[in-house]
C-alpha cells in the first residue's frame, strides 16, 4: 500500500487526478506484480532479479496495450511513431527494466 500511494502521488503530480482510481490503480499494480513474481521464485526455489524483470515486462506489456498505463522516461513521439506493437514493446522493456532496478537495488 505505501510503495502504491508513493506511486501514485507521482502520478497526481504530473497532472492525474487525485481520486481513488488514481491510487487502486498504483495499489494494484504493485500487488499484481509481487503476485507474478512470487510463483516464479517459488518454481525456481530462489530469488532472481530476473524473475522482477519478467514480472515488470508482463505487466508493463499488458497495461501499455490496454491502455491503462503509460510509459515513463519515455517521449510521446517515440512511442506513437513506432506503431501500437513498438509502444506496447517500449512499455515491456521500460517496466522490465525498472523491476530489474528495483530487484537489483534490494540486493537480489
Not at 481520486?19 to 507474478?36: D, E, K, M, Q, V
Not at 524473475?51 to 491503462?68: D, P
Not at 513521439?77 to 522493456?93: D, E, F, K, S, T
Request: aromatic share 10%; proline share 6%; hydrophobic share 45%.
Amino acid at each position: 500500500v505505501m510503495m502504491g500511494s508513493i506511486f501514485a502521488g507521482l502520478d497526481i503530480g504530473q497532472g492525474a487526478p487525485a481520486n481513488a482510481s488514481t491510487f487502486g490503480r498504483s495499489i494494484g499494480f504493485i500487488y499484481t506484480y509481487h503476485i507474478l513474481q512470487c510463483p516464479l521464485e517459488q518454481l525456481h526455489g530462489r530469488q532472481s532479479s530476473l524473475h522482477n524483470a519478467v514480472s515488470g515486462a508482463s505487466l508493463g506489456a499488458f497495461g501499455v496495450m490496454q491502455g491503462r498505463i503509460g510509459v515513463p522516461f519515455v517521449p510521446p513521439h517515440v512511442l506513437h511513431g513506432n506503431g501500437p506493437r513498438g509502444a506496447v514493446a517500449i512499455g515491456a522493456a521500460v517496466y522490465g527494466g525498472l523491476g530489474f532496478a528495483f530487484a537489483a537495488m534490494g540486493g537480489k
